[in-house]
């Protein structure tokens, strides 16, 4: 049963593919997103070129743009491809359990790439095409899982069937994972993230 609020069919419709088919055996696609990641967390975003990540994944430059077209689609895709964590698949039966499980999993990631994120987010602002390649890439596709686990809850009747929070479920979830690091110095672990989830999430959405 849908609800308006998720938008969870818009969000699906704005995702774009990544490139073109890759010519790469998944290996050597692997070797290039791995190249990208580790350049990107030596030298941060804007000093990334296409150059580097061709000589460390001994690639040429041509193929990468063959294949990515644009340093903000490789990092965008190279971070969907190899995240630590999806929210793919988290049905536990209950809305309780769905976004416990899902606070498990951020947890996870946030733990590992916390750092990464952070530097990303920051460059978004100069770079409006790495924005839209994150968005595309890594935001539609999770934020599509968390409109499945509202409509469902709204299907069992734990949910009113119009929940204007359910819209901002991705914004609470990005919200938690950024702002820790800044308010107390720490990352969002999964204690955290429980608490979050339990007296601010829930309530938010409206749970009975």
């Not at 350049?39 to 990540?53: I, K, S």
């Given at each position: 049963?849908?609800i308006?609020?998720?938008?969870a069919?818009s969000?699906?419709?704005?995702t774009?593919?990544?490139?073109?088919?890759?010519?790469f055996?998944?290996e050597?696609?692997?070797?290039?997103?791995?190249?990208?990641?580790?350049?990107l967390?030596?030298?941060?975003y804007?000093?990334?070129?296409?150059?580097?990540?061709?000589?460390r994944?001994?690639?040429?430059?041509a193929?990468?743009?063959?294949q990515?077209?644009?340093?903000?689609?490789?990092?965008?895709t190279a971070l969907?491809r190899t995240?630590?964590?999806?929210?793919a698949g988290v049905?536990?039966?209950?809305l309780?359990?769905d976004?416990?499980?899902?606070?498990?999993?951020?947890?996870h990631?946030?733990?590992?790439e916390t750092?990464?994120l952070?530097?990303l987010?920051?460059?978004i602002?100069?770079?409006?095409?790495?924005?839209?390649?994150?968005?595309?890439?890594v935001?539609?596709p999770e934020?599509?899982?968390l409109?499945?686990?509202?409509e469902?809850?709204?299907?069992?009747?734990?949910?009113?069937?119009?929940?204007?929070?359910?819209a901002?479920?991705p914004h609470l979830?990005?919200?938690?994972?950024?702002?820790?690091?800044?308010?107390?110095?720490?990352i969002a672990?999964?204690?955290y993230?429980?608490?979050y989830?339990?007296?601010?999430v829930l309530p938010?959405l409206?749970?009975?």
């Amino acid at each position: 049963m849908p609800i308006e609020s998720t938008g969870a069919t818009s969000r699906t419709a704005q995702t774009a593919p990544t490139g073109k088919r890759s010519r790469f055996p998944p290996e050597r696609e692997a070797e290039v997103y791995a190249a990208t990641l580790e350049l990107l967390r030596e030298t941060g975003y804007a000093a990334l070129t296409m150059e580097a990540v061709a000589t460390r994944a001994r690639a040429s430059k041509a193929t990468l743009y063959r294949q990515w077209q644009s340093k903000p689609r490789l990092v965008a895709t190279a971070l969907r491809r190899t995240r630590p964590v999806s929210l793919a698949g988290v049905n536990t039966g209950s809305l309780y359990g769905d976004l416990h499980e899902t606070a498990r999993r951020v947890a996870h990631g946030a733990a590992q790439e916390t750092a990464l994120l952070s530097g990303l987010a920051h460059a978004i602002l100069g770079d409006p095409e790495l924005g839209l390649a994150l968005r595309e890439t890594v935001v539609v596709p999770e934020s599509a899982e968390l409109d499945v686990i509202v409509e469902r809850a709204v299907a069992r009747g734990e949910l009113p069937t119009h929940s204007p929070a359910a819209a901002f479920l991705p914004h609470l979830m990005v919200g938690a994972v950024t702002a820790r690091p800044l308010v107390e110095g720490d990352i969002a672990d999964e204690d955290y993230l429980a608490r979050y989830i339990d007296h601010v999430v829930l309530p938010a959405l409206g749970r009975p």
